[in-house]
């Protein structure tokens, strides 16, 4: 077991990081699922992670109660801002939800007794390394379960073609609130990992960053599947790692460009089980009878 | 009681008069054929009975429920189901899993037990399986349904969603132009199909623009040209119909004779 | 009596060049429906180009000025074309194109803090207009006059492109839809790049202008300028110039006037909250009556 604390003491913050950002990209795919892109989950995540964060200071709540408590607020959130972000075409959703974003930053600033203001807290209890790696597998499970259930099925025809989603009996409205309300709570459950691996929350540790790579990491991922935004969030997280030592100080230029990239000759990203149903199919089709077959 | 009763329907879209005062029937159990060239606004009616747009004027009812004032999936709840001119399919499912979101209202489970897995909802999902495979047989499309559909043909893409708007069980149901593109065997098999849910109780409109599939899988036909119709009955009378050969042939003829 | 009128200048300079910004976020949405997230990077870019010439070149301001508004209209094109262009080829909505200048604004902010390293940057004083023009109890500091200038003049250069010209015609129609542009004989490419070449130039006029105006900026000068123009925009209904124009206006002036009662940190949040009101109270614009988004 040596080796594992060695390699928790070298790379923990950064795969902490990573599982965190894991969860909201999720929480970002689970919106983007019914065709909603919002950066909402960052509003989310700080409801979750300044309640966490005080919960630390002031109560000895154990942790596991405190991450579903973070869960619940995110949710509580979403549930009473959603009705209204819904009332908007798609592409204007999107817009609100990045002024969301930057009024939350405002409020949080302004409101000292959150996060101690511009300073941040340091919010201090030790971690153990299963807290997000259980959330995480949690939260996997829970889309796994969702993307096997209806509401998964009624999602994916939603965000293809919300016409024939009516025509097929979906309540489009009520498909979208649940979207929101799993986007919620992932969302505060990232948000209390975030605090809890940093041991600190500030304003700034809920801001356009978290969007940027939320949305990174399921766009380069693949946001026709729950795994991809995982594998995504974690590739975008080692990436500045990765160009840092290369190119010193570069930021997030390098996931821009891997963004950008993916954009245009990945445009359904890294993991989509499409592209293997494809090659199956066109196999079979090959196969059986009808040769005549026609690729989109 | 009636299936479908269209009284006075109007839609214009900026000066474009897509349906003017257009009023039919459709009786239970029948065949109505809705034809007319290119433009006359039958897949506009479609849509307008569905609730996809809303009429400027006119009403229309659904076994005796009116449909003002009702969501696109509401009216779908009333026992409603469609194909489309452009094939509307989902992408990255095969055939049965299209078939089974058609299935979503007979799914008969709560949300929250089919997120758990509970096993009732487990064991509708294999009855559901079942069915949307038996609707695949019915159009023929057994032996492909684990194939994705947008690998398929024009026609056999059209046969799956046929399948997919049957997964809803539906009382009306509401096909646009299911043979374009296809053969005349391919064409036939669908009407024999047609004609054997018009036997199991289904009432159904048929756009189409072939006279001839009008002629011989139709009860009753609807002929519609600029929005409006321009007559109504027994399809052979209908096609026989000089105003109706003129919607067809005649401004054709005049362009021809210029 | 005079503070208050002076107030009400300075409020319209400000809100002058939140309208400039506007004018071009909004023309590239009407027109080519990309919600240009990398606008404000556009800005800064301007206004860090601009400094550069003014302080290590030794330009004059107007000089200087001219070329941070070139280079944000050369870096506007750029990446129209590298970005926006594929995913308009590919038929990718305003989605892939608002995620893909997400990139672009990431990557040009990284940039721009790159070249810049200091945290905060001045334009030097002895190269600005100084002059101070009287009008009875008023002053009204050159730069001022510089602002107001701008926009007058380039709401009615835009109006009287997109309304009254050839070019601007084929703009609308490409606005309108660009397949039956393209069909109609519109060069839809070549509409693309005159597009991003005058937004982006205009993006770049206000992100100077910003620089100059606050006095001391960095590289995060557009995202805040990016947020008041985009409600500017917003509030103005996009489509017409003449509208952004005054909704921007208006907008810093009310911000000047309120300044004196909402505690400065939440000043900002002003904005957003406006921008989010507008957003989700109504569909439709304030002051056109033009449905938001296109048709
Ligand atoms: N969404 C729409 N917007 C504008 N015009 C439309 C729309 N839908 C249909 N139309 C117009 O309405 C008329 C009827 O169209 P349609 O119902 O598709 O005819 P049909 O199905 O009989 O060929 C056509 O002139 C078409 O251009
Ligand atoms: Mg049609």
């Known amino acids: 077991m040596q080796w594992l604390s060695d390699f928790w003491a070298a790379y923990g913050s950064l795969a902490g990081l990573a599982m965190v950002n894991a969860v909201f990209a999720l929480a970002c795919y689970a919106t983007l699922s019914t065709g909603v892109l919002s950066f909402a989950p960052v509003a989310f995540g700080a409801v979750g992670g300044i309640l966490a964060a005080q919960l630390v200071l002031h109560t000895t709540i154990p942790l596991a109660l405190i991450v579903l408590c973070g869960g619940m607020a995110g949710l509580g959130f979403a549930m009473l801002l959603a009705p209204a972000l819904l009332r908007v075409e798609g592409h204007w959703t999107a817009l609100a939800t990045v002024a969301l974003v930057l009024v939350t930053r405002v409020v949080v600033r302004n409101v000292p007794a959150l996060t101690g203001g511009d300073n941040g807290l340091t919010v201090t209890r030790p971690l153990s390394m299963a807290v997000p790696v259980v959330t995480l597998l949690c939260v996997m499970l829970g889309f796994r379960a969702l993307h096997h259930s209806w509401y998964g099925i009624a999602s994916r025809v939603v965000r293809d073609d919300p016409a024939v989603a009516a025509g097929l009996g979906i309540n489009i409205r009520q498909t979208r609130l649940i979207g929101f309300g799993v986007s919620g709570f992932a969302g505060g459950l990232a948000g209390v990992l975030l605090v809890l691996v940093q041991q600190f929350v500030s304003p700034d540790s809920f801001y356009v960053h978290v969007a940027f790579v939320m949305i990174t990491g399921a766009v380069i991922g693949g946001s026709f599947h729950w795994l991809g935004p995982v594998l995504g969030a974690i590739a975008v997280t080692l990436l500045p790692a990765l160009t840092e030592t290369l190119v010193p100080d570069s930021q997030d230029i390098g996931s821009g460009i891997a963004l950008l990239l993916a954009l245009v000759f990945l445009p359904r990203g890294l993991f989509d089980p499409r592209v293997v149903l494809l090659q199956l199919s066109l196999a079979q089709a090959t196969r059986t009878r009808d040769p005549r077959y026609e690729r989109r | 009681m009636t299936a479908l009763v269209i009284d006075g329907l109007r839609k214009t879209f900026g000066g474009v008069k897509a349906v003017r005062d257009l009023s039919f029937t459709i009786e239970p159990g029948s065949v109505t054929g809705l034809m007319g060239p290119n433009g006359a606004g039958k897949s506009t009616v479609l849509d307008l009975v569905c609730g996809v747009t809303k009429p400027d004027a006119g009403s229309i009812s659904i076994f005796g429920e009116d449909t003002a004032g009702l969501r696109a999936d509401q009216v779908t709840r009333l026992g409603v189901a469609r194909t489309y001119q452009v094939i509307r399919l989902t992408t990255g499912l095969t055939a049965v899993q299209q078939v089974i979101t058609g299935c979503y209202l007979q799914r008969e489970t709560s949300l929250l037990a089919s997120i758990l897995q509970m096993p009732w909802a487990r064991q509708r999902r294999r009855e559901i399986e079942d069915i949307a495979m038996y609707l695949l047989d019915r159009v023929g499309m057994a032996d492909r349904a684990d194939i994705l559909a947008e690998a398929m043909s024009y026609g056999e893409q059209r046969r799956v969603e046929i399948a997919r708007a049957l997964g809803s069980n539906p009382m009306l149901l509401l096909l646009d132009e299911p043979t374009a593109g296809m053969n005349v065997q391919e064409a036939d098999r669908i009407g024999t199909l047609i004609q054997a849910l018009r036997d199991d109780g289904l009432s159904i409109l048929l756009v189409e623009h072939s006279m001839r599939m009008v002629a011989d899988y139709c009860d009753h036909a609807v002929v519609m040209n600029f929005g409006a119709k321009i007559t109504e009955g027994p399809p052979a009378d209908c096609l026989d119909d000089e105003k109706v050969q003129d919607a067809y042939f005649g401004r054709q003829r005049d362009a021809d004779s210029q | ?295």
Not at chain 3, 27 to 46: C, D, E, H, K
Not at chain 3, 128 to 148: C, N, R, T
Not at chain 3, 245 to 272: H, K, M, Q, T, W
């Open chain 3, 1 to 295: 009596m005079e503070s208050f009128v002076a107030q009400i200048v300075n409020g319209c300079a400000l809100g002058g060049i939140y309208a400039l910004f506007g004018i071009a976020f909004g023309m590239m949405f009407s027109t080519l429906g990309v919600l240009n997230a990398a606008m404000g990077s556009y800005a800064s870019i301007a206004a860090i180009v601009g400094l550069f010439a003014a302080d290590d070149l030794a330009l004059p301001f107007s000089l200087a000025l001219g070329i941070g508004v070139f280079y944000a209209a050369v870096i506007a094109v750029l990446v129209d074309q590298l970005a926006f262009q594929p995913l308009r080829r590919q038929g990718g909505g305003l989605i892939s194109s608002l995620i893909a200048s997400m990139g672009f604004w990431v990557i040009l902010d990284g940039l721009a803090g790159y070249a810049t390293r200091q945290p905060g940057l001045n334009f030097p004083v002895e190269i600005m207009p100084s002059f101070v023009i009287q009008f009875g109890q008023v002053q009204l500091p050159a730069m001022q006059i510089v602002s107001l200038g701008a926009i007058v003049l380039v709401t009615t250069g835009a109006y009287a492109v997109i309304a009254r010209s050839r070019f601007g015609s084929a703009m609308r129609a490409v606005g309108y839809h660009p397949d039956t542009a393209a069909i109609a004989g519109v060069n839809v490419r070549r509409v693309a790049i005159y597009t991003a070449l005058m937004s982006g130039g205009i993006a770049g006029l206000a992100g100077v202008l910003a620089g100059v105006t606050t006095g001391t900026f960095n590289a995060a000068l557009g995202q805040g300028l990016m947020l008041k123009g985009m409600t500017a925009a917003v509030i103005g209904g996009y489509a017409d110039v003449r509208l952004v124009a005054i909704a921007g206006i208006l907008f810093g002036v009310v911000e000047v006037l309120c300044a004196s009662y909402v505690p400065a940190g939440f000043r900002d949040g002003f904005a957003y909250v406006l921008l989010i009101g507008f957003l989700l109270l109504r569909h439709r614009s304030l002051l056109g009556g033009l449905r938001l988004g296109r048709t």
